[in-house]
């Protein structure tokens, strides 16, 4: 597959509000394989590969969330395709 990566940062009140699981359901619908992981610091991490416009597609769902969340950040970092998921987890 010709992709790319993405490392995605969201911050707000993003843990303990199902962001994870309204990211891994966007991201299965949208066919792009990786992670998403709740961080020390309150902030919910991304890594995504696929389809460029899916993953632009995916960072729009992330902007909105879900409606208990409140998304103060998102930043993105384009990175190469590894091909290394062929899947996308909730790692933690």
Known sequence: ????????????HVQGVGFRYFCYSRAVQLRVTGWVRNQPDGNVSLYVEGDRGNIESLI?????????????DVQ???TAFTGKYDAFTITG
Request: net charge positive; no cysteine.
């Open 1 to 12: 597959m010709n992709g790319v990566g993405a490392k995605i940062v969201v911050r707000g």
């Open 60 to 72: 729009d769902e992330l902007k909105i969330g879900p409606r208990s969340a409140a998304i103060a």
């Open 76 to 78: 993105v970092a384009w």
